[in-house]
């Protein structure tokens, strides 16, 4: 499968507490992308890596990614209630256009 | 913009009917993509569009299953006949191009075929 795994599959965390998901996958790809999946909605997009960055930040959110051992992380820094939701990481593989997608973390911060 | 616009929301149907979803992409994106999310497979990857033209619909379950982009702004996906196994939630998305660009999924439809 080309899919990624995500790692936890659930964590919960007091607010205020960072929180920290990893994505692993199998193939070479052109870029990385995590999103977030609110109960009940569609999945928004959080951050994209390509393959020849190892970090970025994006307000909260910092992405690493290690093409070397095929793993990417997402730390989400002082989290909020609001930030409860599963997580998704994606890899855009290289020869492939499209997208696929890892199993979730379901976070859940406690108020 | 609204966003992508999928309808309907929510859609309950008898096995056997035939269930047609829609999707409006955002404007000016060439890329359109149908996944299927369950609690046993995830997200599964249906088919996607370029420019209105199907490129990859191996992920269609069964001839059961089509789906049609007739112009830029429309998609279809369409369940002839139903089957209770099809009940899941279908996301439309859409992307401007491929290569560093994420995607922006509808609000989804939840289907249950009773």
């Known amino acids: 499968s080309q899919q990624g795994e995500e790692d936890p599959q659930a964590l919960s965390i007091q607010e205020g507490e960072n929180a920290t998901m990893n994505c692993s996958y199998k193939t070479s790809i052109n870029n990385l992308q995590w999103y977030r999946q609110n109960s009940g909605r569609g999945l928004v997009h959080l951050i994209l890596i390509r393959s020849n960055e190892r970090e970025k930040h994006s307000g909260r959110l910092r992405v690493t990614l290690d093409t070397s051992k095929k793993s990417s992380s997402l730390l989400i820094t002082a989290s909020r209630a609001a930030d409860t939701a599963s997580y998704f990481c994606a890899t855009d593989v290289r020869g492939a256009n499209n997208l696929f997608f890892g199993t979730g973390t379901r976070l859940t911060v406690i108020p | 913009d609204a966003g992508v616009i999928q309808s309907p929301r929510h859609e309950v149907t008898e096995m056997g009917q035939e269930v047609t979803l829609r999707c409006k992409p955002i404007s000016g994106h060439d890329y359109l993509f149908w996944y299927r999310q369950t609690m046993m497979r995830g997200l599964e990857l249906l088919i996607y569009?370029?420019?209105?033209?199907?490129?990859?619909d191996s992920g269609m379950p069964e001839d059961r299953f089509s789906a049609k982009m007739p112009n830029a702004s429309f998609s279809t996906l369409k369940i002839q006949p139903s089957e209770p196994r099809d009940s899941a939630v279908y996301f439309c998305a859409s992307s401007p191009t491929q290569g560093n660009y994420g995607y922006t999924f509808g609000s989804g439809t939840r289907l249950t075929v009773v």
């Open positions: 569009f370029n420019n209105n033209v199907p490129i990859d």
